[in-house]
């Protein structure tokens, strides 16, 4: 898969974004919670939601919603530890997972749970049902090191554990796009596409060494998905328009401490959320792939996103403090997350690295004065200038490197 193949900018005037600026984002929904809350599902449509979590003294908290999240109901869980992660098959049928092995399930919209048998003690963070049958998976933090997801074939009426991965890896989450087709994600990059439900699984190339915490795959097409994780210098974004076969993409996005949820409800549109209320929306044209940050009237650290499927706008994202919200627009304005205080003008430039590797720093030939940026291995810009027509010199330190224009990209490896 080549980045620079596909990707285009996105042209702004600067009198539309003027005006845009006023309008859209994203409104904060009345819980009546103090919980953390970690996960958000809306099953069907826009209208019944459930939410789930911990309260402030570490129990499980599960919210509901009927009518789009104008108010929220406290439910019963048969259980006392936190909750990370909740789906449902239907606006009745889910299940929710969380910490020391706690799972349950509903049948009834909620009015009644009870617990599910899952083998061992480990934390929990996802689960799904991806064709909202009888085949689901949880996603495994496991409390010693192994690389594994646990399964069932029953609609959770039995679960088992599913190994994948080496001796060295150790998992962290999963995320699924069809009963068959997803990856296994962990500490160190770890990331094991399947597509045959595990029975069999490969590595794949997320082009990073950071802990690796969700995926979301587009409904309609699992070769579309987007990764998210974190290291030492924050957080990181993967992306994948043919299902992983050849490495994930680097993307622009706007920096942030943390990204811990992401959802992709069509193949053009995904979001990630994260610390300080962060909220980002990918913008997709040919060939580019950008993040973008959305307003947002929060600074608490958000942890589950959830578009339904089918609505690239209408969307509900949660977090700390009970926090709950809502978006019609895709919490639009956008504001580029890699910019320099205004939308830059439109440059067609194609690029060619002259040697590669190169020595103390990449030599390029611009086909037109333009400016370029440049982003490390973790999809981090490490450099931003115009470049002219004709050959340029960045000096750089050791390392890998992408060289993006805006309509070309070039990859390059610099030595000593």
């Known amino acids: ?201 490969s590595p794949q190339g997320p082009q990073t060494v950071a802990d690796m915490v969700a995926a979301a795959f587009a409904p309609s097409d699992p070769n579309y998905g987007c990764l998210i994780g974190n290291d030492s210098l924050g957080g990181l974004i993967r992306y994948t328009d043919d299902g992983g076969a050849t490495l994930w993409d680097s993307v622009r996005f706007w920096p942030t401490t943390v990204f811990n949820g992401v959802d992709m409800p069509t193949t053009t549109v995904a979001y990630v959320c994260g610390s300080g209320g962060t909220i980002q929306r990918l913008v997709q044209t040919t060939p580019f792939v950008d993040f973008y940050r959305t307003t947002v009237p929060v600074t608490d650290d958000m942890f589950g996103i959830c578009f339904p499927v089918g609505q690239a706008d209408t969307g509900y994202a949660c977090g700390n403090n009970g926090v709950i919200l809502k978006t019609t627009d895709g919490g639009i304005p956008l504001i580029p997350g890699v910019a320099e205080g205004r939308v830059p003008a439109v440059k067609r430039a194609g690029l060619r690295v002259l040697s590669n590797p190169s020595r103390l720093g990449i030599a390029l ?39 993006k224009a805006r309509n070309g990209t070039a990859r390059a490896v610099v030595t000593d």
């Open 1 to 201: 898969m080549s980045v620079g193949s596909r990707r285009n900018a996105v042209v702004i005037g600067s009198l539309l974004l003027l005006c845009s600026l006023g309008f859209g984002g994203w409104t904060a929904l009345s819980t009546g919670s103090a919980a953390q809350l970690t996960s958000i599902h809306f099953p069907t449509g826009t209208t019944v939601g459930y939410a789930v979590g911990s309260d402030p003294a570490g129990g499980a908290t599960i919210l509901k919603t009927a009518d789009g999240g104008v108010t929220w109901t406290p439910q019963s869980a048969p259980v006392l530890n936190g909750l990370n992660s909740v789906y449902f098959t239907s606006d009745d049928n889910g299940y929710a997972v969380g910490i020391v092995g706690t799972g349950i399930r509903t049948t009834d919209g909620g009015a009644t749970w009870t617990t599910m048998t899952i083998p061992g003690t480990d934390i929990l963070n996802y689960i799904s049902f991806p064709d909202n049958g009888q085949i689901g998976y949880i996603g495994v933090h496991p409390r010693t090191q192994a690389g594994k997801v646990i399964k069932t074939t029953d609609g959770g009426s039995s679960w088992a554990d599913v190994s994948v991965g080496g001796a060295m890896s150790w998992s962290t989450s999963c995320g699924m796009a069809t009963d068959l087709i997803g990856v296994a994600l962990g500490k160190g990059g770890m990331v094991y596409g399947t597509t045959d439900g595990f029975a069999t699984a």
């Open 365 to 403: 030939h611009s086909d037109a004065d333009v400016r370029v940026s440049v982003f490390d291995a973790a999809g981090r810009t490490v450099l931003s200038q115009a470049a002219t027509k004709g050959l340029n010199f960045l000096p750089l330190p050791t390392g890998a490197y992408f060289v």
